[in-house]
């Protein structure tokens, strides 16, 4: 039985192979700590939010909400892509509209994901969830153009 495969990536893969690769290196232990030692300036920094990490001198509370922010952020972004990809108009596929639905599925990704796992957090409040939202959309905002240019090179459904 032969397997075949097709040359091109879909949008979505396209997509969430980026997000999974951003998440993956720039959230990091090694990155986090080379950001923190230094003024790297916003968008290096900003790269750093969703960092995941092994520590053992933190709590298991704190671990398991970073690195499953880190998890739902790839994860929301393969969901929020299909389905604004799925949605686009005919007469709306296009360069511009590519770009602008990976961009804006990066930002609710990541929007969600921190809104989510903020609840897991010791004291968590709907204040404290708002505001780690707030910033999880700002993370999107400044890095999920790259993720809406890894969309645009792949097929739309």
């Known amino acids: 039985m032969a397997v075949t495969r097709s040359r091109?990536?879909?949008?979505?893969?396209a997509g969430t192979l980026v997000a999974f690769l951003l998440v993956l290196i720039f959230g990091s232990p090694w990155y986090v700590d080379w950001v923190q030692?230094?003024?790297?300036?916003?968008?290096?920094?900003?790269?750093a939010w969703p960092a995941?990490?092994?520590d053992t001198d933190a709590s298991v509370r704190d671990l398991l909400a970073a690195d499953l922010k880190a998890i739902l952020v790839v994860v929301f972004t393969a969901l929020f892509i299909t389905l604004l990809a799925g949605a686009q108009l005919a007469s709306a596929r296009g360069t511009v509209s590519a770009i602008l639905t990976g961009w804006a599925a990066y930002i609710f990704a990541a929007a969600l994901a921190a809104l989510v796992t903020a609840f897991i957090l010791a004291n968590a409040s709907?204040?404290?969830?708002?505001l780690?939202?707030?910033?999880?959309?700002?993370?999107?905002?400044?890095?999920?153009?790259?993720?809406?240019?890894?969309?645009?090179?792949?097929?739309?459904?």
């Open 52 to 54: 995941w990490s092994f």
């Open 126 to 130: 709907v204040a404290s969830a708002v």
């Open 132 to 157: 780690a939202a707030s910033g999880g959309a700002g993370y999107g905002l400044i890095v999920g153009w790259i993720v809406g240019l890894a969309s645009m090179a792949g097929r739309r459904p």
């Open 37 to 47: 030692s230094g003024n790297r300036g916003l968008f290096l920094e900003t790269l």
């Open 8 to 13: 091109y990536r879909t949008a979505t893969g």
